[in-house]
């Protein structure tokens, strides 16, 4: 291979010359992606804003105090420690030019790439609603899940000590939006905690007090999956007190709560936010091609059209498929189109000039938990399963996609805990700020008052 | 006993007519009392900012990666969910007045007590220095532990990517102020975490760059133990690299560095402080005689002077003792304290007017640890113990007083895998904010930028 071909094989770091790939985003595709490359001709640098990957199908255990931050997020250089060519760095990625072949990052210079691999998933989308935007809570990334649990803990303290009735049932009202599997899992596993706390830690709040509201736009939860899992889901949230609301939108929000779209108002000091999701793209001008919904469309190779040497893979990204169907947001695509993208790679690196047949996005399955012994899996061939199988089924794919040991032994020993003692062991309200924060803030203010 | 005598005798929430005891802090003193008078006749409110309480001998094992900040926190409400008279409430304490026998709590109504324990602890004591207090990071609540461990790893990030040496070597030095128990234990933890990572997780960066700093206004470390025990301290932690000052004094900080007494000038971006507490005393006008030191005068028998029905226990007060030394700021004489005082209470209440015999303080020696294998103990009768055998007595001490089952577990789980697998797991850059913090503030602002 010559200079005039991989013009910033420069490897200054870690010798060699070799052709330079730049992975953005260590999430389930950026991640698959830099462990196929490792080890291989290429020297690569995986950039992501967190030191860590996180292991996102978690975070509502980190909210509801399950689990500890540390057991879903593990750490990039420990990954890649005993690699001799994949290099992380900690960066906020500003922009992408694909013409130049840079990418630029906030406080350091433009990094050129041979091979770009673009994985930077998505983001929260509140469909241009400003109140909901700035009032509810997420749960996309790790401060997300310890700021949750930091909330809705401190909306007990406060309505153990509240005299007056209405402002007393707001803060003991949880507005979970959207029905897909995040609202679904939050609301089982936010039901649960109260099961545990109400009437016992918190002596002067009974469990009838606390309302548990799942909004859901269509006609029935887990629209990714079969009507029936759907049904099932909504049947064990309801025997677990969780008040199922289908057909209804939030319209606004404010302070004082929510009013959905059939006109209810429903007074509330918490409003959790998982009914949608957008990329978080952040490729300048000259931009790519795009699908309405901002996803990049990238051939069926996960190439950027135009953009040489440029890939785009998982929730970022969309190829045109011939049956018109996006690939779903989710990680399995994410992770094979990482792979995929990894060999296409090693391919033009070797001068193989044969065309790699198209990506194809092996369907595994998808599942969800709804709590304590009820789970719904989704697997190949139109299988299903529920109840106590479908979260065996739920607990075991997590474990094992969970990234190292310790992570896996910390998790199983809490999930052990939680299901022989009936607790939820992580109840501290860990003040994000430095001094600790009073806790009247959620009393005195609106919901974001608590960042 | 009369409804003239208690006055506040109204346990409006938990039945009874009982006289109210207020204990304000639930750290080692208050939350003694508080067990010795769980199931005892008297209506127990006990006030914190945080709902858990802090095991912070660890917090310094927190700010080094080794525990998550769950493992020392243990939430205040389970320990007392099966109590029948003491409650827990999570309120910030704007004030005491002892003559009005009432708890300003921020956000509520005045909490009126029969009897008052004050039990809130001490705060970093920066002796009036602006600049420090501004520039440094402290050790003694949660949300610092964390923040410096966040502070340490972005450090390190921001290290592994700058290219001018000076910036580099200022990201790579570590200034730690105080050479006693905190400042040693911090200062063998954190060049523990640098062995592991350095050349390791980041390759570009070699353990002879890392500068740890251990800056102490003595002759030599650990005073408050014996000069055999302060030197041996002191010859294992420079066995393992950290470079100890002692007789040299921080004199002032800027974001560029610190400047030592005898005019050494450390360029350095971390400067942790550990030299220095004083009460965190919220009692207003009339205020209680003091020492000097700021810290509460009590009589023999822990009571206020002048304020019927006060006591003060732990670092916030000290007794007039016969032998004029004040009680040390520690664990033990906070804890036997707390168990004098509900006594004391539980002797009025029964109106048991022989006076109890005055408070003394049983040592049962002080300990250490420099890091892996050396710890130094002092024990009654003079006997010392340094090495691996002080490191064990400390390891069995400390799992003792650790609460709950389930946190003693997981330190133990945690300890066994640092020692034998040489790890630091919780290697996370978790940002205190919402979104997540740029790495770059480090090296564009001050530490506190950090925040």
Same mark, same amino acid.
């Given at each position: 291979?010559?200079?005039?071909?991989?013009?910033?094989?420069?490897?200054?770091?870690?010798?060699?010359?070799?052709?330079?790939?730049?992975?953005?985003?260590?999430?389930?595709?950026?991640?698959?992606?830099?462990?196929?490359?490792?080890?291989?001709?290429?020297?690569?640098?995986?950039?992501?804003?967190?030191?860590?990957?996180?292991?996102? =199908?978690?975070?509502?255990?980190?909210?509801?105090?399950?689990?500890?931050?540390?057991?879903?997020?593990?750490?990039?250089?420990?990954?890649?420690?005993?690699?001799?060519?994949?290099?992380?760095? &900690?960066?906020?990625?500003?922009?992408?030019?694909?013409?130049?072949?840079?990418?630029?990052?906030?406080?350091?210079?433009?990094? =050129?790439?041979?091979?770009?691999?673009?994985?930077?998933?998505?983001?929260?989308?509140?469909?241009?609603?400003?109140?909901?935007? %700035?009032?509810?809570?997420?749960?996309?990334?790790?401060?997300?899940?310890?700021?949750?649990?930091?909330?809705?803990?401190?909306?007990?303290?406060?309505?153990?000590?509240?005299?007056?009735?209405?402002?007393?049932?707001?803060?003991?009202?949880?507005?979970?939006?959207?029905?897909?599997?995040?609202?679904?899992?939050?609301?089982?596993?936010?039901?649960?905690?109260? %099961?545990?706390?109400?009437?016992?830690?918190?002596?002067?709040?009974?469990?009838?007090?606390?309302?548990?509201?799942?909004?859901?736009?269509?006609?029935?939860?887990?629209?990714?999956?079969?009507?029936?899992?759907?049904?099932?889901?909504?049947?064990?949230?309801?025997?677990?007190?969780?008040?199922?609301?289908?057909?209804?939108?939030?319209?606004?929000?404010?302070? &004082?709560?929510?009013?959905?779209?059939?006109?209810?108002?429903?007074?509330?000091?918490?409003?959790?936010?998982?009914?949608?999701?957008?990329?978080?793209?952040?490729?300048?001008?000259?931009?790519?091609?795009?699908?309405?919904?901002?996803?990049?469309?990238?051939?069926?190779?996960?190439?950027?059209?135009?953009?040489?040497?440029?890939?785009?893979?998982?929730?970022?990204?969309?190829?045109?498929?011939?049956? %018109?169907?996006?690939?779903?947001?989710?990680?399995?695509?994410?992770? %094979?189109?990482?792979?995929?993208?990894?060999?296409?790679?090693?391919?033009?690196?070797?001068?193989?000039?044969?065309?790699?047949?198209?990506?194809?996005?092996?369907?595994?399955?998808?599942?969800?938990?709804?709590?304590?012994?009820?789970?719904?899996?989704?697997?190949?061939?139109?299988?299903?399963?529920?109840?106590?199988?479908?979260?065996?089924?739920?607990?075991?794919?997590?474990?094992?996609?969970?990234?190292?040991?310790?992570?896996?032994?910390?998790?199983?020993?809490?999930?052990?805990?939680?299901?022989?003692?009936?607790?939820?062991?992580?109840?501290?309200?860990?003040?994000?700020?430095?001094?600790?924060? =009073?806790?009247?803030?959620?009393?005195?203010?609106?919901?974001?008052?608590?960042?």
């Amino acid at each position: 291979m010559t200079e005039g071909k991989f013009p910033h094989q420069r490897g200054e770091s870690h010798g060699g010359g070799r052709p330079r790939v730049v992975i953005v985003g260590a999430g389930f595709g950026g991640l698959a992606c830099a462990r196929k490359l490792d080890r291989q001709p290429v020297d690569v640098v995986l950039l992501d804003q967190d030191n860590y990957h996180l292991f996102t =199908p978690l975070l509502y255990q980190v909210a509801t105090g399950l689990l500890n931050p540390a057991d879903i997020a593990y750490p990039l250089r420990a990954i890649f420690r005993h690699s001799p060519n994949v290099r992380f760095r &900690q960066a906020t990625v500003a922009g992408v030019n694909l013409m130049a072949r840079t990418v630029q990052v906030r406080g350091g210079p433009d990094i =050129p790439y041979d091979f770009l691999v673009l994985a930077t998933g998505s983001t929260d989308n509140y469909f241009g609603n400003q109140s909901i935007a %700035q009032l509810s809570l997420g749960l996309k990334v790790l401060p997300h899940a310890t700021r949750l649990r930091n909330h809705v803990l401190t909306c007990l303290e406060r309505a153990d000590a509240e005299a007056d009735p209405a402002a007393r049932q707001a803060l003991l009202t949880f507005v979970v939006v959207g029905g897909g599997p995040t609202g679904v899992e939050y609301s089982g596993a936010l039901a649960e905690l109260m %099961q545990i706390v109400a009437s016992k830690d918190y002596h002067e709040i009974s469990r009838s007090e606390i309302r548990i509201i799942l909004v859901e736009g269509s006609a029935r939860l887990l629209t990714a999956f079969s009507e029936h899992l759907g049904r099932y889901a909504q049947r064990v949230l309801e025997r677990r007190g969780v008040d199922v609301r289908t057909n209804a939108l939030v319209k606004t929000a404010d302070q &004082q709560g929510v009013a959905l779209s059939d006109g209810t108002v429903i007074p509330s000091r918490t409003i959790i936010w998982s009914a949608g999701v957008r990329p978080n793209d952040p490729v300048g001008e000259p931009s790519p091609p795009r699908f309405r919904d901002r996803r990049i469309r990238v051939d069926a190779r996960l190439r950027i059209a135009g953009a040489a040497g440029a890939y785009a893979i998982g929730d970022v990204a969309s190829p045109e498929l011939g049956d %018109q169907r996006e690939l779903p947001m989710l990680s399995p695509p994410a992770m %094979q189109g990482g792979r995929y993208v990894a060999a296409a790679i090693l391919d033009a690196i070797r001068g193989d000039t044969r065309e790699r047949a198209a990506f194809h996005y092996l369907d595994k399955g998808t599942m969800a938990t709804i709590g304590r012994n009820a789970g719904v899996a989704h697997l190949p061939g139109g299988l299903e399963i529920t109840g106590f199988f479908g979260w065996l089924t739920w607990l075991f794919v997590h474990i094992y996609y969970l990234i190292g040991f310790r992570n896996r032994l910390s998790a199983l020993g809490s999930w052990a805990w939680d299901y022989l003692r009936h607790d939820r062991p992580i109840r501290i309200i860990l003040a994000t700020g430095v001094e600790p924060e =009073p806790a009247a803030s959620v009393g005195s203010g609106s919901a974001r008052k608590m960042d």
